[in-house]
C-alpha cells in the first residue's frame, strides 16, 4: 500500500499530451475547451482506457453543463435528452428502515410503475458521486429516490442502464435494517449519455461550446502549452 501511495505522489506529468492537430504540430498551444461534445468524447476515451472513475464523474456531469447552457434544471434535461421517467414523488416510505413483507411487495410495485432508474435517481448519484466519492443517497433530495445504496458495475454490456435492483433487511415478517439498492451499468450510462448529449446539438449546433463572460479575459477550456516546449532534433 505504501509503495502505491509513493508512486501516486511521485507522478511526473508526460512531456507530450499525445493531441493529434495541426497547431500542435507549429508549435502553438492547444486550448481543450469543455464543449458537450468533448466532454462526451473525453468519457468513451477514459472507459475505453480504463479509467472508470474518471469516465463515472464524468458522466454524471455532463447533464448539468448542457442543462446550463439552455437554463433547463438537471433532472428536466435528463428526463427530455435521455428519456429517463421521472414522475418528481417522493420516496420515504421506500426509505423506512422498518417494514412488513407486505409493505416490501407493494413497494416493489411502486418502485417499477414509476421507472426502476429515473432523473432523479441519476440526480442523486451525482450528487453522492461529486460531493462524497460515494454511492449512498443522503443528504437533500434523498427522499426523492427509494435507494440507499446505487451501486455503479461494467458489464461489458452497453444496451440499458439497471444491472439489477432488490431489497435487503433481516427478519422474517417484520423486517428491520430495510434497504433497497440499485446497480447500474457504467457502460450504458455512458451510451445513453452519448445519444442524449448527440440529440441535444442536433436541435441546436450552436450549444456545442463552453460558456465564457461576455468580455474581459477569456479563461474558457484547458490551454496545454505542451508544444511550446522545444523538440529534439532528429
Known sequence: MN?????????????????????????????????????????????????????LNLVVTIPDVCAKAVGMRYIDWCVKYLELPNTGEKMAAERKDEKSQSEISE????????????????????????HAGSSVIEGRGED???????G?????????????????GTGTENLKGCA??????????VSLMAKGVVSFLEE??????ERTIKSGIDRRGVTDFRPLIQRPVR
Open 204 to 209: 441546436d449546433p450552436e450549444r456545442d461550446c
Open 180 to 189: 433497497y439498492d440499485c446497480v447500474i451499468k457504467l457502460e450504458g450510462l
Open 3 to 55: 509503495a502505491r501511495l509513493d508512486e501516486i505522489a511521485a507522478w511526473e506529468p508526460r512531456p507530450s499530451g499525445g493531441l493529434k492537430c495541426d497547431a500542435n504540430e507549429c508549435g502553438f498551444p492547444t486550448v481543450i475547451h469543455r464543449t458537450p461534445s468533448r466532454l462526451v468524447e473525453e468519457c468513451e476515451k477514459a472507459f475505453d482506457a480504463g479509467l472508470l472513475l474518471a469516465a
Open 107 to 130: 413497494e416493489f410495485d411502486v418502485i417499477e410503475a414509476r421507472g426502476i432508474f429515473t432523473a432523479s435517481d441519476l440526480y442523486q448519484l451525482r450528487c453522492a458521486v461529486v
Open 144 to 150: 426523492y429516490s427509494p435507494y440507499k445504496v446505487i
Open 152 to 168: 455503479v458495475c461494467v458489464h461489458g454490456d452497453a444496451h440499458g442502464i439497471v444491472a439489477s435492483y432488490g431489497h435487503a
